[in-house]
């Protein structure tokens, strides 16, 4: 089995509405925010993941492909599962797919937005998060128990996407190009990150490029 070659996907990851993204759902910050974004340790300004990218796409390809394997990811590393083939074979030691051919980066506040956040930071002295409070209602006595804060990326927020793939001598590289094509596909079509039924989290990916080629998704 031979690395053949490496396709880059790169462009912007827009949010449409507040996204949310959790860090530490257990601390609880100054101001009553108990759902609070993950933060670049240094610098302290959102990202997103690559975990979080990979295992969305991940988790939404299985549903499309109707694979089950009873909440886990799928580890069923058959040689016709693109799944296991570009994401890794779940707890599956002894399949032949060779490594896994994804690399999804950690996504970093875009240029533009950066600037944005670093403005609002000079100027008031916070960081621009939005806050969302949800209620949460007992059914039963038709009442609202404590309202959460949840803490959001505001809308327009942009992040740098690359996906790094990994062709190998055994691939149809069409089909790996398309299948990941595919999960960013579901990923706009759904949600990222956390409270997607209820309003967050919707995503588009724009001036997408594959190896420097601009295309869009389907
Ligand atoms: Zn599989």
């Not at 959790?22 to 990202?47: A, Q, R």
Request: glycine letters at 12%; one cysteine or more.
């Amino acid at each position: 089995m031979k690395l053949v070659k490496t396709k880059m996907f790169k462009g912007i990851i827009h949010c449409e509405t507040g996204l949310h993204i959790g860090g530490s759902s257990d601390e609880i910050e100054i101001g009553g925010v108990d759902m609070t974004v993950i933060k670049h340790p240094v610098n302290g300004e959102p990202y997103i993941p690559g975990s979080s990218l990979k295992g969305k796409m991940r988790s939404s390809l299985e549903r499309v492909k109707g694979i089950d394997n009873r909440g886990e990811p799928c580890g069923c590393g058959l040689e016709t599962c693109m799944v296991c083939r570009i994401f890794g074979p779940h707890r599956n030691t002894r399949h032949q797919l060779g490594p896994t051919r994804i690399i999804v980066r950690d996504a970093n506040l875009n240029g533009k937005s950066r600037k944005e956040m670093q403005k609002h930071l000079q100027e008031r002295g916070i960081m621009f998060f939005e806050k969302k409070t949800e209620n949460i209602i007992d059914r039963a006595k038709g009442m609202a128990l404590h309202p959460r804060t949840m803490e959001r990326v505001p809308m327009d927020t942009d992040f740098d996407l690359e996906i790094v793939l990994q062709v190998y001598d055994m691939d149809n590289e069409a089909q790996l190009v398309d299948t990941v094509k595919e999960g960013l596909t579901w990923i706009e079509k759904t949600y990222l990150g956390k409270g997607g039924s209820r309003g967050s989290g919707k995503v588009t990916f724009n001036d997408l490029t594959l190896d420097g080629q601009p295309f869009s998704l389907a």
